[in-house]
């Protein structure tokens, strides 16, 4: 009977006109907003990729989005990625609709509409519903979930169990709304006794029956088939991650349980506050309106935040880094969820309980969502964003036929494989993903796919092992700039790529004329967007060091230096080079100036590193980078005459990294003619660090000889 009434009272004629209402804003503005094509966001090349194949995505492999992506893709609407994109906005503007109509029925239409216009106005939830991604449609499922438990009955128990189970073959961490749905459904339970409970788990596995297209679809060998899951032992390693090897996502095995937890909270806050603004002071009513009202609903609304809250943030213990937010902020919708509910709940109340600041309270709400609305706009407009497609067609154009192409992160591998598996470019390229190399399945995989490439582990092997590769390929091996080779690795720089061991007479000259820059944004918004930046930065700076090393340096060195800055403003090694460039043409004023700015960005990444809370190693590496550029602002200071200014640089040198001789070295020509002490202890530090330096023991030895004290 109470789940009757509740259809009707969704259903009623007059809580219509805010729906329609909710689509007329968001609707336009989800579709006006999508990218045009593959956008450059974590796994969406990959996702689109093996949806557009049916293929076997990364662990747990989701299933659930592969097909539907797939099937959505089949409709005749722009290009692939596109569809996908679509696909993702549909998900999650669904969702918000569904949401309404939850909050409507339990509250009131308007207090619901505004709830669910900030929950549409959402960055979080305007990013992933832009994407070709599985948060959106995991976000639907959360939605549609707590609505099912929400109806009351034996029907609803079925039905949500049924539904958690296949939205997590869509994502796993929707287990997260498990306690929510335990305190909404405890009544059923109690009523439905032991029969209840098996039936409830019946549907549930029936639901996450869907990840045996896994297995099935694997034993095809499709062009992507990560991990390859047709035997069940392989199967039961990836829907349970335990095959997912070393990531990201397992860097924070690096910190001890909790270590990371106030920071992880301190960005959790923000991101409410950038995503209601105002309007969490309807939401902390909505806490007191709750425990004085419905405490059932209360409790699972704080059940889900929570869990997928605080819990979450404790459990995943990830450092605050823009890669590793941008990796957590998803995650973030599922209390986000509770959030609005409770805005929602709180605006009723207040309305109610002071009917004559009506006026004034539908003013806060405006302006909540107007806050939330503004907030976004810039990172949530992605109409031009080419920057992914972009890149990919760059590498493949700097490339000649049948060439290898060896990529490591995520962003700039998977676009390469969208662009060639899904668009059709560079079918003659072998593409490989040097994180995957030593993998026997991705090396089965390979060998079926290509059987003329024999692939070695590139991860982790030496020198002789890409030699060894490099031999196998008679196309060429080439590496985009993200790529970890063994020092000392021969490699001719050519635009974003490096030809490795190349031959004598490869091609002169650099391809950046060929290249997209036009259509990269400079303002470059989120993580990834920054980080092609980066890599375009890299290849820049990669073809001006080679000229310095070879004391070629010319002025479109230069020129592409400072292109590299504009790309990526924190890479420190690009002023650097320039300050070589002046250094090297007697204009040590100029060097002094690049060698300095070098530094500043050295002091304002180490800053970063401790606000980040990154490892040890790769703090002391920054340390010890930034050394080498107070080295040579010591240097110019010194050719300058002011040799106290080239004393503190080279102290700050010695600071970052004690085990840097030159620094010594220097002062003791510092101080050569105006304090022998100085001199010979300084030498003789410089010898301690490094036994076969020339000058040094030169230098030592005439003192002996001379007998200067």
Known sequence: METAKAETRLLSPRRIPFGALLAALLVPLYLYCLPPGLPPYRDAGEMASAAWTLGVAHQPGYPLYI?????????????????????????????????????????????????????????????????????????????????????????????SAFLLGLGMTNRMDLVLTAPALLVLLWPEFRSGGPSGVLGAALFFFLGLSLYFYLPLRSSGWPLYDWSHPADFSTF???????????????????YATGQLFLPGLKYFALHLWNNFGPALVFAAAGVRFGWLGDRRRLAASAALFVFSGPVFIFMANMPPNPHALAIVEPYYLLPDLAVAYWTAEGFLGLRRLYSRAAPWLAALAVASALFVLYNGAHGSYRRWLFAAEDYASDVMRSVPPGSVVVAKKDVQLFSLWYMQSVRGLRPDLYLIAQGLS???????????????????????????????????????VYATTDVELPAGTPAAPYGIVSRLYPPAGAPAGQPW???????????????????????????LLAGAAKDSGAGAMTGADLEELRLASLMDPDLPDAPLYEGFYYSARGDWTGAARCFRASIDIYDRLLKLAEKY???????????????????NYGVSAEKTG?????????????????????????????????????VRSELEATLRLNPGHVQARKYLGELERTGRR
């Not at 039961?236 to 690096?254: E, F, H, M, P, Q």
């Not at 290249?515 to 980066?534: E, I, N, T, V």
């Not at 703090?619 to 080295?631: E, F, R």
């Open 67 to 159: 097909i539907a992506a797939k099937l959505f893709s089949l409709l005749p609407l722009g290009n692939p990625a596109w569809r996908l994109n679509l696909f993702s906005a549909a998900a999650g503007l669904s969702a918000v609709l569904l949401f309404w109509r939850l909050a409507a029925a339990a509250l009131s239409p308007a207090a619901a509409f505004f709830a669910a216009l900030l929950l549409g106005f959402n960055f979080t939830l305007r990013t992933v519903s832009s994407v070709p991604e599985m948060y959106a449609l995991n976000f639907f499922f959360a939605v549609a979930i707590l609505a099912a438990a929400s109806s009351g009955g034996k029907r609803a128990l079925f039905l």
């Open 236 to 254: 039961w390693a990836v829907i349970t991650r335990k095959s997912y090897g070393s990531t990201l996502d397992l860097i924070s095995l690096n």
């Open 438 to 476: 030593g993998a026997p399945w991705y090396q089965a995989l390979e060998s079926r796919h290509h059987p003329g490439l024999v692939l070695y582990n590139l991860n982790s092997g030496g020198q002789e092992v890409w030699r060894a590769f490099v031999a196998g390929a008679p196309g060429g």
């Open 513 to 539: 004329p060929l290249y997209s820059f036009p259509r990269l944004d400079p303002d470059y918004r989120d993580f990834f967007d920054k980080d092609l930046g980066a890599s375009y930065a890299q290849g």
């Open 613 to 631: 809370y990154s490892l040890p190693s790769l703090k002391a590496s920054l340390s010890a980078a930034s050394a080498y550029a107070w080295l």
């Open 642 to 678: 002011d040799r106290d200014k080239a004393e503190r640089a080279y102290d700050m040198a010695l600071s970052h990294n004690p085990g840097l001789a030159e620094a010594h070295y220097n002062i003791a020509i510092l101080y050569w003619n105006r304090d022998w002490g100085r």
